[in-house]
């Protein structure tokens, strides 16, 4: 058989490698509470409760019991990919063939993860893998929302101003991330700091400039509908993200003389502090 000699952890890996480096807003999500990925496993997210300062005076103090919270990220989405190839086990013997099938994956794969990650923002990210359920239900979406008057520079600066202000009135005092689109980004521009020629693990991250302490990120992956593009002000702990790639494998083709391969990747989303996203709509 053709396909004995499938590397598929190779595969796989090299998959799941490229589409860390290749996420823009996956990136910037925590990945901390990832675990086993599999279809329709929850994963637990404990949060610890603040204790209350109190005024000392000499006397006994009082001791609080510590209150927990428990939010639930639901792996809930599932995408795959399947092309044919002539001969895998020859193809894997030609240096560069491998990585560039790997690559026509990981770019479809990467692209559909980004996507939903801007959705999500957007209250636009549907709760169930069925994308032809007929009652369509979405997961819950930023609940910090502020709308541009306009969409010329003067109009989009106040609104990330705003939104960066929204964040600090929550306590979010550390660097952030803006997420813009392409468009936003040319006019919205001059107000970047640029960023030193030698800084390529931020070029590398896909950052093209920085604005009030905060990365900025041009991508085409934020939500957009017929009036609006959604853009996000954030931390990189407003979003939790756990996915992986749970199967790739090869095959032999039924009817033709080649063989396939193909794989799974499973991943679920969640907005689990809402003080530290803002979702800033720009008019189209």
Same mark, same amino acid.
């Given at each position: 058989?053709?396909?004995?000699?499938?590397?598929?952890?190779?595969?796989?890996?090299?998959?799941?490698?490229?589409?860390?480096?290749?996420?823009?807003?996956?990136q910037d999500c925590t990945r901390?509470? !990832?675990?086993?990925?599999?279809?329709?496993?929850?994963?637990?997210?404990? =949060?610890?409760?603040?204790?209350?300062?109190?005024?000392?005076?000499?006397?006994? @103090?009082?001791?609080?019991?510590?209150?927990? $919270?428990?939010q639930e990220l639901k792996i809930?989405?599932?995408?795959?990919?399947?092309?044919?190839?002539?001969?895998?086990?020859?193809?894997?013997?030609?240096?560069?063939?491998?990585?560039?099938?790997?690559?026509?994956?990981?770019?479809?794969?990467?692209?559909?993860?980004?996507?939903?990650?801007?959705?999500?923002?957007?209250?636009? =990210?549907?709760?169930?893998?069925? !994308?032809? =359920?007929?009652?369509?239900?979405?997961?819950?979406?930023?609940?910090?929302? @502020?709308?541009?008057?306009?969409?010329?520079?003067?109009?989009?600066?106040?609104?990330?101003?705003?939104?960066?202000?929204?964040?600090?009135?929550?306590?979010?005092?550390?660097?952030?991330?803006?997420?813009?689109?392409?468009?936003?980004?040319?006019?919205?521009?001059?107000?970047?700091?640029?960023?030193?020629?030698?800084?390529?693990?931020?070029?590398?991250?896909?950052?093209?400039?920085?604005?009030?302490?905060?990365?900025?990120?041009?991508?085409?992956?934020?939500?957009?509908?017929?009036?609006?593009?959604?853009?996000?002000?954030?931390s990189n702990m407003a979003i939790?993200?756990?996915?992986?790639?749970?199967?790739?494998?090869?095959?032999?083709? !039924?009817?033709?003389? $080649?063989?396939?391969?193909?794989?799974?990747?499973?991943?679920?989303?969640?907005?689990?502090?809402?003080?530290?996203?803002?979702?800033?709509?720009?008019?189209?």
């Amino acid at each position: 058989m053709s396909v004995q000699y499938f590397q598929q952890t190779i595969w796989s890996k090299k998959i799941q490698d490229d589409l860390e480096e290749k996420c823009k807003l996956v990136q910037d999500c925590t990945r901390e509470y !990832e675990g086993d990925c599999k279809y329709a496993n929850t994963v637990r997210i404990l =949060a610890v409760g603040d204790p209350t300062i109190g005024n000392y005076t000499g006397k006994d @103090i009082n001791i609080e019991e510590m209150t927990d $919270s428990m939010q639930e990220l639901k792996i809930d989405v599932q995408k795959y990919f399947a092309f044919e190839v002539k001969d895998v086990d020859k193809a894997q013997s030609v240096p560069g063939l491998p990585e560039k099938y790997q690559q026509k994956a990981m770019r479809k794969l990467a692209l559909t993860r980004e996507k939903f990650i801007g959705a999500l923002v957007a209250g636009k =990210a549907q709760a169930s893998n069925d !994308e032809e =359920a007929k009652n369509t239900t979405y997961k819950e979406g930023a609940t910090h929302v @502020i709308t541009a008057a306009g969409k010329t520079q003067a109009n989009i600066k106040t609104a990330l101003d705003d939104a960066i202000i929204m964040l600090r009135e929550n306590n979010f005092d550390d660097a952030g991330i803006i997420e813009i689109d392409p468009r936003t980004y040319k006019t919205f521009k001059d107000n970047l700091i640029e960023l030193k020629t030698a800084n390529d693990e931020l070029i590398k991250r896909g950052v093209v400039g920085q604005y009030d302490n905060y990365d900025v990120k041009s991508t085409n992956n934020v939500y957009r509908d017929e009036t609006h593009v959604y853009c996000i002000v954030r931390s990189n702990m407003a979003i939790a993200f756990a996915g992986q790639i749970n199967e790739v494998e090869a095959g032999r083709m !039924e009817k033709r003389f $080649s063989d396939y391969v193909r794989g799974l990747d499973t991943y679920g989303a969640k907005i689990i502090s809402q003080d530290e996203l803002v979702c800033v709509k720009i008019p189209l």
